[in-house]
C-alpha cells in the first residue's frame, strides 16, 4: 500500500551500522550469472555490502538512464529489485542455490521516486526474509514484513525456458541528422534498369553514368572516366529464380570486391517486395529476399561496401533512396516516400494464439539429423503426437535412425522413417499420398539444411547451390503441396548477415520471406531464425568460432532452451520470429561491435566519437602520441598481438608469437577479414582486405601500421 509521508517513520543512524563487516560486490553479478540469474545494466544495482552476523545491509542506487525515470513509480521496480539481491549475496551453504521470490507478506510502499536506498534484510523464518529500505536520510520508502523465497533448479529454468529469447524484426521509422553531409558527388547505374532506378535518381537530383555491365564500367575507367561513389543495381527481375538471382549477386558483389578501384565506392543493391517492412505485408519477390541475405553477409565480411534498399511502387523513391544511402544506412525500406530500418526486438508476451494440430500425422524433414531428432522426440513426449513421418535423404541406412524410431515407438508413436529428398517434388509427392486419409497430415516441420560455410570471395555456383537446394527447394515444395500448418526452421544468421555464411543466409532470408508470402495467401506457418543450438551446428564450432558469435551478441541455446522457445514460438501469431539466445556481456559493451539488426538490443552507452574517427582510433592516437619515439613499436605490436588474440578467442596476447606467420597462429579467411576489420575501426585508418596477407605476421603487420600511425 502506499503510506502517507508524515507516516514514515525514519531511521536515521550510523550507516554502515556498527559492527557490520564488508561483503565484496565488485564480482556480484558475474558470480550470480554462473549461478544462473541474468540482470541486464539497469537491475545492477547494488552497489556495496555489509554483513552483521545473518543481517545483511547494503547500497542500491538506480544507474543514470534508468533513475530520469525514477519519480514516475511509487518505487522503481530496477530499485526494488536491487534490494533483493542482498538475500543472493554468495555464502558457503548457498552457492550454488536458486532462489526466486515466492510469498510477500506484510509490504508498504512510500511513494518518494527516491533512486538511492539503503537495505537493512534480516532473516524472518525459513527460507524467508524481512526488508526495508530507507533513503540516505534514514526515511523509510518500503518494507517488506517477510518474503519467502521458493529454490529451483538450472534445469528447471531450462524448461521454462530461460536464458532464451524471442525476437521479431521490426522496421523502424529512420530519421535522417540534420547536419550538412556531402553529397555523393558522382552516381552510376549498372545493368538493366527493372524498377526505374534512373529516373527516381535524376528526379531526386543525381544524374548517373549508365553502364550496362560491370565491364562496361571497367572500359570507362580504363578511358579515364571518374570513379563513381555510388553504383546502384536493380536485382529485381520479376519471375527470377531464388538461386540464379542468389548467384548472379554473388558474381556481382565478388567482382565488386576485386577490383582495387572501387575500394572507396558503395555497390547499392535495390529490390521491390522483397522485404516486410510493413504488419502484414506480402513478400512476392522470395528471389530478391534471398540476396538479401547474400548480401547481408557480405556486409558483414565488408563493412561500408555495400547498400540493401527495398522499394514500393511509389514514383518518388528516389530522394528517399538518395538520402539514405548518402547517410550510411546499410539496409532500408522505402514505403510512401518514407524510409525504415530493420531491427530486432524482443517480442511483447502474447498468449497462445495458435499452435499446430498434432491429431493427425505430422513430418518432420531432416527428422533424422541432431536438431530434427530433438523435434521429434518432443513432439511426442511434450504434445502428445502419435503419428510421425521422419525424412531423411537416406533414411533408414541413416545411422541411429532404428535407435530412434524404436525410442519414439516405445514411447507410444507411431514412426515411418523414409528415405526421401524433399527438394525432389516427385519423391515428395510420393510420400504426402502415402500419408493415410484416416491420419491427414496436420503439421509440417522442415529442419533439413545444409551449410558450405566460407567468405563471400571463396563462395561458388556450385556452393550456393548446394546450401540452397535442401532449404529453398525442398521449402517451396512444401509450400504448393500442402495446405497445414508449415513450420520452418531459419536461421539467424540470415537476419544479421554472419560472416562465413553468406550462401546459408540467402538460403534462410528466402524461408523467412515464404512464410510472409504464405501468410498472405492465407495458409498456416510461421519461420523460425533460429540461433545456433549447442546440439546442432554449434557442437561443431571452435574456439574462435565462439568467440566470434558471442562479439556478435549471440550465445549456443541448450536443447532444453531452444525446445521451450519452439513451443511459445508456435504458439504466436507472427509469420516469422527469431527464437535465440543473446550474449548479456556483448549487448553490455554497446552496439558498435554488433550486427546492424542486434543494435537496438544493445545498453545505451554515454558520449559519442570524436567527429571524423572512432572512439578506438582517437584513444589509440593519443595513447602512441604519449610515448617516447622508442617505445611506440612496441606498443603497436603488443596491441597487434591482443587484436589477433581476441580474434582466436584467447584470453591474453601472450600467446600470439609475434615472428609466426597468421596461418601458422591459426587464423583462416575469416578471422583474417574480422582481424581487419577490427585494425581498421581501431586504427581508423583504410586498410585492404589483402592486410594480412600483404604483411604475414604480427611483427611485419606492426611495423606496417606504425609507420602509417607515425
Known amino acids: 500500500m502506499n503510506v502517507p509521508a508524515d507516516h514514515v517513520p525514519s531511521a536515521a543512524g550510523p550507516w554502515p551500522p556498527a559492527g557490520a563487516v564488508p561483503v565484496r560486490t565488485d564480482d556480484l553479478y558475474a558470480l550470480l550469472a554462473a549461478r544462473g540469474y541474468q540482470y541486464g545494466p539497469a537491475f545492477r544495482g547494488l552497489r556495496a555490502a555489509w554483513r552483521r552476523g545473518e543481517e545483511v545491509f547494503a547500497d542500491i542506487t538506480l544507474d543514470g538512464a534508468t533513475g530520469t525515470a525514477s519519480s514516475s513509480y511509487l518505487l522503481h521496480p530496477a530499485l526494488f529489485d536491487g534490494a533483493l539481491h542482498g538475500a543472493l549475496l554468495p555464502s558457503e551453504d548457498r552457492r550454488d542455490a536458486l532462489l526466486l521470490p515466492f510469498i510477500w507478506r506484510g509490504v508498504r510502499i512510500r511513494n518518494s521516486g527516491a533512486r538511492d536506498v539503503r537495505l537493512r534484510l534480516a532473516p524472518s523464518g525459513d527460507d524467508a526474509v524481512s526488508l526495508t529500505l530507507t533513503d540516505t536520510e534514514g526515511r523509510e520508502v518500503a518494507a517488506v514484513r517477510s518474503l519467502a523465497f521458493r529454490p529451483v533448479t538450472a534445469e528447471q529454468l531450462d524448461r521454462e525456458g530461460q536464458g532464451g529469447t524471442l525476437l521479431r524484426v521490426a522496421w523502424n521509422t529512420v530519421r535522417l541528422p540534420s547536419d550538412d553531409r556531402p553529397a555523393a558527388a558522382h552516381w552510376a547505374f549498372l545493368g538493366t534498369d527493372h524498377l526505374g532506378v534512373t529516373g527516381a535518381l535524376k528526379a531526386a537530383g543525381r544524374q548517373p553514368g549508365i553502364y550496362p555491365s560491370l565491364r562496361d564500367l571497367d572500359a570507362g575507367l580504363r578511358d579515364g572516366g571518374t570513379v563513381p561513389d555510388v553504383v546502384v543495381v536493380s536485382c529485381t527481375d520479376e519471375g527470377a529464380e531464388a538461386r540464379a538471382a542468389t548467384q548472379r549477386a554473388l558474381v556481382l558483389v565478388q567482382e565488386w570486391l576485386d577490383d582495387e578501384r572501387l575500394g572507396g565506392a558503395r555497390l547499392v543493391l535495390v529490390t521491390r517486395g522483397a522485404v516486410a517492412a510493413r504488419t502484414g505485408e506480402d513478400v512476392p519477390d522470395l528471389a530478391g529476399a534471398a540476396v ?419
Open 292 to 710: 538479401w541475405g547474400l548480401v547481408r553477409a557480405a556486409q558483414s565480411e565488408h563493412p561500408g561496401r555495400f547498400h540493401l534498399v527495398d522499394v514500393d511502387d511509389v514514383e518518388s523513391f528516389g530522394a528517399a533512396l538518395v538520402s539514405g544511402v548518402e547517410a550510411g544506412e546499410p539496409q532500408l525500406a522505402v514505403r510512401d516516400g518514407g524510409l525504415s530500418r530493420p531491427r530486432l526486438v524482443r517480442c511483447p508476451p502474447g498468449t497462445s494464439a495458435r499452435r499446430p494440430d498434432t491429431a493427425g500425422t505430422v513430418l518432420v524433414t531432416g527428422g533424422l539429423g541432431a536438431l530434427g531428432a530433438l523435434v521429434a522426440r518432443h513432439l511426442v513426449r511434450r504434445h502428445g503426437v502419435r503419428r510421425l513421418v521422419l525424412l531423411g535423404r537416406r533414411g533408414p541406412a541413416t545411422p541411429g535412425a532404428g535407435e530412434l524410431a524404436a525410442e519414439l515407438t516405445a514411447l507410444g508413436a507411431d514412426v515411418r522413417v523414409v528415405a526421401c529428398d524433399a527438394a525432389d517434388r516427385t519423391a515428395l509427392e510420393r510420400v504426402l499420398a502415402s500419408v493415410p486419409d484416416r491420419y491427414p497430415l496436420t503439421a509440417v516441420v522442415h529442419a533439413a539444411g545444409a551449410v558450405d560455410d566460407g567468405t563471400v570471395t571463396e563462395l561458388t555456383p556450385r556452393k550456393v547451390e548446394r546450401v540452397l537446394r535442401p532449404k529453398i527447394n525442398a521449402a517451396l515444395n512444401l509450400h504448393e503441396l500442402t495446405r497445414c500448418d508449415l513450420i520452418l526452421f531459419s536461421s539467424v544468421s540470415g537476419l544479421v548477415g554472419s560472416a562465413g555464411q553468406a550462401a546459408y543466409a540467402a538460403a534462410n532470408t528466402f524461408l523467412d520471406a515464404l512464410a510472409h508470402r504464405r501468410r498472405a495467401l492465407g495458409l498456416p506457418g510461421v519461420s523460425l531464425a533460429w540461433g545456433l543450438w549447442a546440439d546442432g551446428m554449434g557442437a561443431e564450432l571452435g574456439t574462435a568460432d565462439l568467440a566470434r558469435m558471442r562479439r556478435n551478441g549471440l550465445a549456443l541455446l541448450t536443447a532444453a532452451q531452444g525446445l521451450a522457445l519452439l513451443d511459445a514460438a508456435v504458439s504466436r501469431t507472427e509469420p516469422a520470429l527469431a527464437p535465440v539466445r543473446l550474449d548479456d556481456e556483448a549487448l553490455r559493451q554497446g552496439a558498435g561491435s554488433l550486427p546492424e539488426l542486434l543494435r537496438d538490443l544493445a545498453a545505451p552507452v554515454s558520449g559519442t566519437a570524436p567527429a571524423g574517427r572512432p572512439a578506438g582510433a582517437e584513444a589509440l592516437r593519443e595513447r602512441l602520441a604519449g610515448l617516447p619515439v622508442a617505445e611506440r613499436d612496441a606498443a603497436v605490436l603488443e596491441f597487434v598481438r591482443a587484436e589477433v588474440a581476441a580474434v582466436l578467442g584467447h584470453q591474453a596476447p601472450e600467446g600470439v608469437d609475434p615472428g609466426l606467420e597468421f596461418r601458422e597462429i591459426g587464423l583462416d579467411s575469416l578471422t583474417n577479414l574480422e582481424l581487419n576489420r577490427r585494425l581498421a575501426t581501431a586504427t581508423g585508418l583504410r586498410l585492404p582486405v589483402t592486410l594480412s596477407f600483404d604483411y604475414p605476421s604480427p611483427a611485419e603487420l606492426a611495423g606496417h601500421l606504425a609507420r602509417r600511425l607515425a
